[in-house]
């Protein structure tokens, strides 16, 4: 028996308003000496980790994505050779912690790493926090969306829609999260009360996120 069928994509849209930021950190620096280089990156990683917890970020909550250590060259002619010369080992420590939407923390964390010795670089970027379920309601409109579709085209078409033989959804990555700041450089002691404060008054835009997912309905 021949099932004649219908197979059509629907497409989801959703608008999130962000709830989490996350800040993003990267230490750097040279030392001649391996050991110093070592010594080096622990010391700026404990006075970044000490003045986050000053403003209320638990050290704990403050984890590491990346590190390296690698010897660093730099290159020079001589006589009309190049030749490289060696400059130390440089060490890359970058590092993250997430938080609830707080503009007035957020201040107090801006001033934390500006005032901090070890001069971070930093990020910010706005993320949602219960992201399975808006996965769920994206997925939900992309399948009432195919649904509208098919029953337009059924309608049109003078034909009836009747049960579902397929669905085919890739579980593809979706996004939710957006950066506004990138790579901020903080400005290393601009001041020494542990209490300095900088005034924040960012309002992130709504994350847009999109999927697909393709059914097959029979029709009669």
């Not at 996350?22 to 622990?42: A, H, N, P, Q, W």
Request: charged share 30%.
């Amino acid at each position: 028996m021949n099932i004649r069928t219908i197979r059509v994509t629907g497409k989801g849209l959703l608008k999130i308003k962000p709830d989490q930021t996350c800040i993003f950190m990267d230490l750097e620096g040279v030392e001649e000496k391996y050991e110093d280089t070592v010594r080096r990156s622990s010391e700026d990683t404990k006075a970044v980790k000490d003045a986050l917890e000053k403003v209320g970020i638990a050290q704990e909550n403050v984890r590491t994505t990346s590190f390296d250590i690698e010897p660093q060259y730099e290159g020079y002619e001589e006589k009309g050779v190049w030749k490289q010369a060696f400059k130390g080992y440089r060490f890359t420590h970058s590092l993250r912690f997430v938080f609830d939407m707080d503009k007035e923390l957020l201040g107090k964390i801006f001033g934390a790493l500006a005032a901090c010795p070890a001069n971070p670089q930093f990020r910010v970027s706005y993320r949602v926090k219960d992201q399975e379920s808006a996965k769920k309601l994206l997925l939900a409109s992309a399948v009432s969306d195919a649904k509208e579709k098919a029953e337009i085209l059924t309608l049109a078409a003078g034909v009836s829609l009747k049960e579902i033989r397929h669905i085919d959804y890739s579980f593809g990555a979706v996004q939710m999260e957006v950066m506004p700041m990138n790579r901020l450089k903080a400005a290393g002691g601009v001041a020494c009360c542990a209490d300095y404060e900088m005034s924040v008054d960012m309002n992130p835009e709504d994350i847009e996120v999109s999927d697909t997912v393709t059914v097959v309905w029979e029709i009669g």
